[in-house]
Every structure is written in C-alpha cells, then in structure tokens.
C-alpha cells in the first residue's frame, strides 16, 4: 500500500460518488466537491465586483486618506470570497478500480495539493456497509456542539484490519453501489446489523 488511508477520511457528513466510467478495463468514481457554496460565493464575488472596483479606482486616485479610504475591506472580502469559491470548485475525489493492473487508486485534490492512496485488489478482504458517527460542529439554540449522529457509509476492509472510506450517503445508494464493486472485486459484502432493519 502506498499512502496513508486516515487522510481520505471526509470531514463532512456525506460525499456521494458517482460512476462516471464503468468499462471491462476499470472503474471510475468522481466526487466534484462542494458545488452550491462555491458558486454561491462566486456569484456573491462576482456581483460584489461591481461595488470594488469603484471603490479601487476610488482608492488608487485619492488614497487611503479620501473618502472611500475607509472602505478598503470591502475589496478586499470580495478577494477572499474570490478565493473560497476558487477552492471549493478545485475540490475533487476520484476512485479508480483498475482491473487489468488489479488496483485500487484513491486521489484527493484541492487548488494546494494531490494526495494519492494506492493498493492491490490483493489487499482488500471485504466492502463494509455500516454507519459512521460524524461530528456537527454548530450550536444552534442551546444545543451542544458537536454532537454526533450516524451516517450510512461504504468502506474497504483491508487484510490488516484497516478500513477506507469509499463514501458516505443514502442508504440504498450505498448499497446498491457496494453490490456492484463486490462483485468486481470478487470481495462479500458486510453489512452492519443497524443497517439491516
């Protein structure tokens, strides 16, 4: 195995893969990321632009002694909202089942960096349909924060007794996803007693 596996585990609550390449050489599942925050904000940046660029060229004529001076922020949030939405769509999963080499390559990417995990068809002992408890992280009302809830998840079994995250959402989803790479893995597929009712 070449990588670390706990750097695949997701912060969020569900991913939701989807097959994009299903062929007799491999499998290709794709997970594009946040889509709505990110052209949520890049929308915000893009009609906020009208307002900065004023308020630049107001700034580069006077200085930051006249007028808009004081308003030397706004463009400057603009820049960071720019930036969150450039980042939020670099966000990119990727799962290749590579059946004629018989391996397993995960990649994570992000506009800063490419993490890879790679392992052999060999390695994997069975696909795991359970449920992960994952963390909120907002007090809203009173509320405690971080309290935890169960998410359905699909997770490799490797020889060593480590598990992979493959992805976490519906259960029937999930299911029908891990019928499906069991039976190209030629792995049974275990389901975890609170998913069976």
Partial sequence: MEGNPSEFEA???????RIVTESPEN???VWQGARFPAFLCLG??????????PILEAIYQRGLGGRAGSLWYFPMMNLILLGIAVFLLSLRRTILFDHTQRQVLLRKRNVFRITKLRFSYDEVTALSLGTDQVYSGFAVAGSSAAESYPVPSLRLVLTDGETILLDRGGSRRLEELGEKLSNLLGKPLQKKAELEN
């Fill in 11 to 17: 912060i969020g609550s569900r991913l939701g893969l």
């Fill in 27 to 29: 499998t290709l599942l």
């Fill in 44 to 53: 915000i940046a893009l009609a906020l632009l009208f307002l900065s660029l």
